[in-house]
T-cell receptor, first 114, second 112 residues
Framework: DQQVKQNSPSLSVQEGRISILNCDYT??????FLWYKKYPAEGPTFLIS?????DKNEDGRFTVFLNKSAKHLSLHIVPSQPGDSAVYFC?????????????FGQGTRLTINP | KAGVTQTPRYLIKTRGQQVTLSCSPI?????VSWYQQTPGQGLQFLFE???????NKGNFPGRFSGRQFSNSRSEMNVSTLELGDSALYLC???????????FGPGTRLLVL
């Protein structure tokens, strides 16, 4: 039972355009969501997070949107740069005690074309 | 600040052996979590330690165990290794509950 799903295994975007990565979840107890970027042979790098009390969080070129009624979140990268090419994971956790027990999606490989 | 460090980076073992992996969290971080990444199952939570106590546990068999020391450094142990234990094992640290986790580079374990 996959509680966090990233339905697009891959995404290709032109440099300078917007990249939109999507993530759906099924567990209504999730209240904290994160996005990580991962390069081969490295651990995931934290990008941005959002609490369920918000519907948007922005940090530079990265914006995360949360739609609780649809159990959906998305990561927008504007403008996309070649260095953004990596695998992106969304993750979720539930409650303060379970905050460190992250449930990950399967990842989306983003390729930025020059 | 130095990031999360994991040792060793690569390891080759044979079935039936046991292995111990080490993780040093970011200075000041008290929570350490362990994850297993495989191509088939993705990233899966193993367990979390905080103040030397296991606070959360994932759905892994008892062959997988861990501990945390008073300086927040953590070790995980896998006994009676199976071929399916071949994976990238990632350690992540955070200040405490409710804070984002920062990952180390991982230990790649190959079981032959």
């Amino acid at each position: 039972d996959q509680q966090v799903k990233q339905n697009s295994p891959s995404l290709s975007v032109q440099e300078g355009r917007i990249s939109i990565l999507n993530c759906d979840y099924t567990n209504s107890m999730f209240d904290y969501f994160l996005w990580y970027k991962k390069y081969p042979a490295e651990g995931p790098t934290f990008l941005i997070s959002i609490s369920s009390i918000k519907d948007k969080n922005e940090d530079g070129r990265f914006t995360v949107f949360l739609n609780k009624s649809a159990k959906h979140l998305s990561l927008h990268i504007v403008p996309s740069q070649p260095g953004d090419s990596a695998v992106y994971f969304c993750a979720a956790s539930a409650g303060l005690q379970g905050a460190q027990k992250l449930v990950f999606g399967q990842g989306t490989r983003l390729t930025i074309n020059p | 600040k130095a990031g999360v460090t994991q040792t060793p980076r690569y390891l080759i073992k044979t079935r039936g052996q046991q292995v111990t992996l080490s993780c040093s969290p970011i200075s000041g971080h008290r929570s350490v979590s362990w994850y297993q990444q495989t191509p088939g199952q993705g990233l899966q939570f193993l367990f979390e330690y905080f103040s030397e106590t296991q606070r959360n546990k994932g759905n892994f068999p008892g062959r997988f165990s861990g501990r945390q020391f008073s300086n927040s450094r953590s070790e995980m142990n896998v006994s009676t290794l199976e071929l399916g234990d071949s994976a990238l094992y990632l350690c992540a640290s955070s200040l405490s509950s409710g804070h984002s986790q920062y990952f180390g580079p991982g230990t790649r374990l190959l079981v032959l």
